[in-house]
C-alpha cells in the first residue's frame, strides 16, 4: 500500500483539529531559568523539567512543572505553579 502526500496531509489536519498541544505559559520560561542556574552550582544533580501530565494516558492536566535535585544525598523537589 503507498499513500500519496495529500492522504498524509489529510491525515495530521485531521489529528491537529482534535489533538492541540498545550501553548506554554510562563511556568516553562520560569523552571528553564531556573533548572540553568541550579545546573552551574557544583554538587547538585538537577533534573530535567517534568511536566504535569496524567500518569496513565499522558494527556495535559495543569500548567505546573516540577524540578528534582539531589544535593548531599537528599532529595529536593522544586515545584512551579501559577496561582
Known amino acids: 500500500m503507498s499513500l500519496d502526500k495529500k492522504t498524509i496531509d489529510d491525515f495530521f489536519n485531521q489529528i491537529d483539529k482534535h ?3 498545550p501553548e506554554l505559559s510562563y511556568t ?3 523552571a528553564i531559568m531556573i533548572k540553568d542556574k541550579l545546573k552551574s552550582e557544583k554538587n547538585l544533580k538537577v533534573g530535567s523539567v517534568q511536566w504535569d501530565l496524567h500518569s496513565e494516558k499522558g494527556y495535559y492536566l495543569s500548567s505546573n512543572k516540577t524540578i528534582n ?3 548531599s ?3 529536593y523537589e522544586i515545584i ?3 496561582k
Do not use: S
Open 73 to 75: 544525598g537528599k532529595e
Open 19 to 21: 489533538y492541540k498541544a
Open 80 to 82: 512551579i505553579k501559577e
Open 28 to 30: 516553562d520560561v520560569i
Open 69 to 71: 535535585v539531589e544535593y
